[in-house]
């Protein structure tokens, strides 16, 4: 029986299910609800000013790809699963799009959080 | 005598016909949400590159009704990927021992669902702190 | 005198010389409430249709055999009672996902065969004579396999794992329960001749967790943990696999 290559993928996903387990609903309740409608928190919660000093510093770069890249693993992961779940035939190719998918949009956000620079 | 003709029934709506497999179906699907999520960062972070204009567009999107009630949506999503994660959690691990005896997994269920509580409160605190 | 009532049980009947697809035959079978699922099935093959086909043997929970899904729910007739069903109709049907060979008797050889291909047998640590006595073993060595060497092989889980019906090559919860029950075994070096099944694509791969086995498993061996801890096994022996020499536990 040929070895499978899950252990990647699923470390990957184990990531960011966890991270999204323990965090992931705060932070969705902070920027997606708190800080737009002003609630619980300052509306100007994240200025522009704000993000931009946070995406400057390494730690908040560190923080924002783990998140974005994390999360993406996790999503595509799954959805695939659930893809095979509902009927549908992956194959290889279907395999390499989830997962190309979120590989792209870690590379996009590693390219956009570099070019943004470290201020100064 | 030839083997007897067996018959095997399909699968078509097999998550249809059982509470515990619609569970599941959600459980998985909310991994959607999870998605759509990471990619409204990805696209705020474009946003912030573009410049001041762009992303404070970005920002009154956002605040729109609209965007408030879908990541409504969007929390409860999490929330239940959360609370799915941390009850399948024990099964993912090896037995563990304290004092000789088995620790329950209802505790490591606790342990996990706690560490979530304490690092949301403690990011929310860092926010409110850096924000006041 | 025990009261007697009346349920409707509703059997699926399939005969591979003469039906192209399953049937429904419905029986009114009088029962008290101390009957089990398996004795009204027995009410019905001897009193009214000696041709209802159905497997069982020890009638206590422990051989096996009488496994069907009930409503819906994979159980084992003997373990489910009628009382629980009455008023309403009870719906016997063969186990989920395999082959019917007849009536609610399914083809278990696919289970068998992949039985097999786990080396469900202890591969000695250490060479040992009669003479120089037993594998010793405390308590708490034989807590880290005891309950998943508590499967009766009745198919529930394969029956509850959509995985499984959705993909036939998977190993399935059983057998790798199994697998799991020799590798944890303190007397057992045999783990690398196990690796394989692990690391397949239908070995641990194959489980997204919905964890329905370890739901319906009469016996409580859980086999949705012993799966899933071997994910954590396989993915050491991936990224390790360069760094340890084989052989090795």
């Known amino acids: ?120 | 005598m030839g083997k007897p003709k067996t018959y095997l029934r399909p699968m078509t709506g097999w998550w249809r016909r059982n509470p515990f497999y619609r569970s599941y179906m959600i459980r998985e699907f909310s991994s959607v949400l999870v998605t759509v999520y990471a990619l409204i960062l990805l696209f705020g972070l474009y946003r912030l590159f573009q410049g001041q204009a762009a992303f404070d567009a970005w920002r009154a999107a956002l605040a729109t009704p609209g965007s408030i009630l879908f990541h409504l949506l969007v929390l409860a999503a999490f929330f239940y990927h959360a609370w799915t994660w941390f009850e399948i959690m024990p099964k993912t691990m090896p037995f563990i021992r304290l004092g000789g005896r088995r620790v329950p997994d209802n505790a490591i269920v606790a342990s996990g669902a706690a560490a979530a509580v304490a690092l949301s409160i403690l990011l929310f605190g860092l926010v409110w702190w850096v924000t006041r | 005198m025990a009261e007697t009532k009346t349920i409707e049980i509703e059997c699926l009947r399939y005969h591979p010389g003469t039906d192209s697809e399953p049937r429904y035959q419905a029986y009114q079978v009088p029962f008290t409430e101390d009957m089990s699922v398996l004795q009204g099935l027995q009410y019905i093959k001897d009193h009214l249709d000696g041709s209802l086909t159905f497997r069982w043997s020890c009638r206590m929970a422990v051989c096996g055999s009488c496994g069907m899904m009930l409503n819906g729910i994979p159980q084992l007739s003997c373990h489910a009672f009628l009382r629980d069903y009455h008023p309403g109709r009870l719906r016997v049907d063969p186990l989920n996902h395999f082959p019917i060979m007849r009536d609610l008797a399914i083809d278990q050889t696919d289970f068998l065969r992949k039985l097999a291909t786990v080396k469900p047998y202890i591969f000695p640590g250490e060479q040992k004579t009669p003479a120089q006595g037993e594998f010793l073993q405390t308590p708490g060595q034989m807590d880290d396999y005891y309950q998943y060497s508590q499967c009766i092989n009745c198919l529930l889980c394969y029956a509850a794992c959509p995985q499984y019906g959705l993909n036939p090559e998977f190993t399935g919860p059983a057998a790798l329960a199994l697998l799991h029950r020799y590798n944890a075994d303190s007397r057992d070096a045999g783990t690398p001749e196990r690796m394989e099944v692990v690391n397949a694509e239908d070995g641990v791969w194959g489980c997204t967790l919905v964890s329905y086995c370890s739901e319906v498993c009469p016996k409580g061996v859980d086999p949705a943990r012993a799966i899933n801890q071997n994910k954590i096994n396989s993915t050491k022996d991936y990224f390790f696999r360069f760094l340890t020499p084989r052989g090795g536990k």
């Open chain 1, 1 to 120: 029986m040929k070895r499978s290559n899950k252990p990647v993928f699923w470390s990957l996903f184990g990531a960011g299910g966890m991270l999204a387990a323990l965090i992931g609903t705060m932070l969705v309740f902070v920027t997606g609800i708190a800080a737009p409608a002003g609630f619980l928190l300052p509306g100007d919660t994240m200025s522009y000013a704000r993000m931009m000093a946070l995406a400057q510093h390494w730690l908040g770069k560190l923080g924002i790809l783990a998140v974005i890249s994390l999360f993406l693993f996790h999503g595509c992961h799954r959805m695939y699963h659930c893809l095979h779940d509902v009927g549908v035939h992956v194959g290889a190719g279907i395999k390499a799009l989830f997962h190309g998918f979120a590989a792209a949009g870690t590379l996009v956000a590693a390219y956009l959080l570099l070019s943004i620079g470290f201020g100064g």
